[in-house]
């Protein structure tokens, strides 16, 4: 049998191993939530949205002015924007020193590390209105000295900006790092949401002129004379060519140009459509008040198309979306120029398309 003091020593051994136990589970379970919180953490850590490369690596020049954006790589921050402005003279004007038919802005974007002791090749943007870029693609004015004309890097419903011909002939430091940029395509442009009563007047009087040589603005490529073979020269295949029997033809669409080419059987143009950007500021009121009325004024499916008559061969069509109680004015869809001869089928007896 168990004595007393023995019955009594078990007891207080067996009370403290319980003790004992229960002390070690909880410290135990102390640790579970310190574990699964550090993991919850990670867990947080590894899902949280990350900056981008490019947000990371590159800064944004933005001109609210003139409505574009330029991205720049990192290592520009601190740059400083210079403005000066460029001239330009008529060709007769390169060798008899008469005065510059027109001038406008040039913007440069310099590099920060640029000094007077040791310069750095600038970004230069020259910017036009819309009127003085097709008098410089006609030839009616010459910027500097050399034989080729600025690049256009884009353009939006006012402006064109462009890159200066031979602008880093000096191959100052970092001129390679600044083709390198340019290769990139970083300027964006942003849409000027109402245009100058005065610039709209000019880009539908520059739409009418160039009409009656049978182009839209913005393209070298002309009804009449102009096949679309010619213009798979210059851009390759059309992204998609449909037969449109209302039309008299078929119709070749190049996207990234925002231009269609209407063909006929014998793949003479005999109409082009622009979709550009650039057109967004043109409204059905101010068209109507700049060039007078119509010639041509249809409502249908809802599109309001007006037209106008542009020299002996050629017309000016421009298709809005139908005015309403809501959007009385109307935004330019886009617009085209038709060679009415070129939709002429004498073999079917069919007299063609006036608009």
Avoid at 46 to 69: C, R
Avoid at 232 to 259: F, I, R
Wanted: hydrophobic content about 35%.
């Amino acid at each position: 049998m168990i004595s007393r003091f023995n019955k009594t020593t078990l007891k207080w051994t067996i009370a403290v191993l319980a003790l004992i136990l229960v002390v070690g589970c909880s410290s135990q379970n102390q640790k579970d939530p310190t574990t699964n919180s550090q993991q919850t953490t990670n867990d947080n850590l590894s899902t949280a949205p990350s900056s981008s490369s490019t947000d990371l690596n590159s800064i944004i020049y933005k001109n609210a002015q003139y409505g574009f954006n330029f991205t720049l790589p990192k290592s520009w921050k601190g740059y400083s924007i210079m403005s000066t402005k460029w001239e330009g003279l008529t060709q007769e004007g390169k060798q008899t020193g008469e005065t510059m038919l027109e001038t406008g802005p040039m913007i440069s974007i310099r590099h920060p590390q640029w000094t007077p002791e040791t310069p750095r090749q600038d970004i230069p943007i020259l910017i036009f209105t819309l009127n003085q870029w097709n008098s410089l693609q006609q030839g009616v004015f010459h910027i500097g000295a050399a034989p080729i004309g600025p690049s256009e890097l884009g353009g939006n419903n006012s402006y064109v900006f462009a890159l200066p011909a031979r602008y880093n002939f000096a191959y100052l430091p970092g001129y390679k790092e600044v083709e390198t940029i340019l290769g990139s395509n970083p300027l964006q442009t942003t849409q000027i949401t109402q245009l100058h009563p005065d610039a709209t007047e000019s880009l539908l009087f520059n739409m009418m002129v160039l009409g009656e040589q049978g182009k839209v603005i913005y393209s070298d490529f002309s009804a009449k004379t102009t096949t679309i073979e010619e213009v798979e020269k210059q851009w390759g295949k059309a992204d998609k060519t449909d037969y449109v029997a209302t039309a008299n033809g078929c119709y070749a669409t190049y996207t990234s140009h925002n231009l269609v080419f209407g063909l006929n059987k014998g793949e003479q143009i005999f109409e082009i459509r622009s979709y550009d950007s650039r057109l967004k500021g043109i409204t059905l009121v101010a068209t109507k008040k700049i060039l007078g009325t119509p010639a041509y004024d249809v409502k249908n499916n809802g599109q309001e198309i007006i037209g106008y008559t542009a020299g002996t061969e050629f017309k000016v069509e421009m298709v809005f979306p139908q005015p309403t109680t809501d959007n009385p004015d109307p935004v330019i869809d886009h617009y085209n120029v038709l060679y009415p001869q070129g939709t002429v089928n004498r073999m079917a007896d069919d007299p063609g398309r006036q608009w």
